[in-house]
């Protein structure tokens, strides 16, 4: 069945680093691909989200683009900020499972000032 | 903006009682979502609804129910609260439609759970 795998955390940095977040998937068909974020005592929110290959989801400074051949939607910041600290989820969505979004296990980042 | 509503952010049950948790989203969604997240297993999906009165079973349904008389409102029970269900309960809705925008998901903060 359908799949996402992420790179395990906590992920730790210092402020203004750059920040990847791996991600990979395996799925039947065409899947839209996303990245949610949680904050601390909150629920998730999207963050971005592509939904055909070679597009780039941005938002906030944070991009991901949807590589087909390599089944990746890698997560990157140019420079993080105290404020990104919060546990990011990648997940996919195709139509061959109806509505139902499949979730990668969160990887948590710490930015330290 | 879209809103979704969670009955509770913490609570604390007796194993063995019956519990309910209630979600209500003000957007006219025609899906919602229950998942349950825990630390290193992400987001699993309990029970989910594509209408009023429909329900189907998401990848751990057992020892779950759940209840949409009415389209803004999805109600998960707990029949028997035991302690591994000791959780936070996160509810979604997204939009019907069939175009990509019907797999964003909206959340809820959350109701952690904790059964003794």
């Known amino acids: 069945g359908d799949s996402v795998t992420q790179m395990e955390g906590p992920v730790t940095l210092s402020e203004e680093a750059f920040l990847t977040i791996n991600c990979t998937y395996t799925?039947?068909?065409?899947?839209?691909l996303f990245w949610y974020v949680q904050y601390p005592g909150e629920g998730l929110q999207l963050l971005l989200k592509a939904t055909k290959a070679d597009d780039k989801g941005s938002n906030k400074g944070f991009e991901a683009t949807y590589r087909k051949e390599t089944t990746s939607f890698h997560l990157e910041k140019g420079s993080v900020q105290v404020s990104d600290s919060a546990v990011y989820f990648c997940a996919l969505s195709a139509l061959t499972g109806g509505f139902k979004t499949i979730f990668g296990a969160g990887t948590r980042l710490f930015v330290k000032a | 903006d879209v809103k979704v509503t969670q009955s509770s952010r913490y609570l604390v049950k007796r194993t063995g009682e019956k519990v309910f948790l209630e979600c209500v989203q003000d957007?006219?969604?025609?899906?919602m979502f229950w998942y349950r997240q825990d630390p290193g297993l992400g987001l699993r999906l309990i029970y989910f609804?594509?209408?009023?009165?429909?329900?189907e079973k998401g990848d751990i349904p057992e020892g779950y129910s759940v209840s949409r008389e009415k389209k803004e409102r999805f109600s998960l029970i707990l029949e028997s609260a035991s302690t591994n269900q000791t959780s936070m309960y996160l509810c979604?809705?997204?939009?019907?439609?069939?175009?990509?925008?019907?797999?964003?998901?909206?959340f809820g903060p959350g109701t952690r759970l904790t059964v003794t």
């Open positions: 609804s594509y209408d009023v009165k429909m329900k």
């Open positions: 957007m006219d969604h025609e899906n």
């Open positions: 799925a039947t068909g065409y899947p839209s």
């Open positions: 979604a809705s997204s939009p019907s439609g069939g175009g990509a925008d019907s797999y964003e998901q909206y």
